[in-house]
């Protein structure tokens, strides 16, 4: 079996709202916006780079999670320096740039900066949307055997 992981959907509870942080901020590419009534409407994005995997929310939509709930939704980078920069820049509150063992689960085990050999896997900085869904960018600059991306 061949499955990819194609869509996310995340709890937000002001559609418009999310929409300006994840294209305008984040500078995520729309897919769709699609208004079925005046309950239902369903907004896809997919985050810059060349994945495939995208994120959608809405409004009526049957999701039983609460905004805000989600976390750790994980975002891949080759330099999370430039990234977390960029995103500083664009007015997103990140982090800095933190590394340590469990240190993207547990605030408490991050250490301050880059792993200090910069092995890939081990470099982070997190961030929130405007309902709190947590996000972590990591550092990948060498993918382990079995994970090279695939077009």
């Not at 079996?1 to 901020?25: C, G, H, K, Q, W």
């Not at 999701?63 to 007015?91: C, K, Y």
């Amino acid at each position: 079996m061949d499955v990819n992981l194609e869509v996310v959907t995340i709890p937000v509870s002001d559609v418009d709202r999310a929409l300006e942080f994840y294209r305008d901020r984040l500078g995520w590419r729309l897919d769709a916006d699609i208004k079925v009534s005046d309950d239902v409407r369903v907004v896809q994005l997919t985050p810059t780079g060349d994945g495939h995997t995208s994120i959608a929310f809405g409004k009526g939509l049957p999701i039983a999670a609460a905004p805000g709930s989600m976390r750790h939704l994980e975002l891949v980078t080759s330099d999370v320096v430039a990234t977390r920069e960029e995103l500083a820049q664009r007015g997103v509150d990140v982090t800095e740039v933190y590394h340590g063992p469990g240190g993207a689960f547990w605030p408490e085990a991050r250490q301050p900066g880059p792993d200090p050999e910069r092995k890939s896997y081990n470099s982070y900085a997190s961030f929130q949307d405007p309902d709190g869904n947590g996000w972590t960018l990591q550092e990948v600059t060498t993918r382990m055997p079995g994970r090279e991306a695939r077009s």
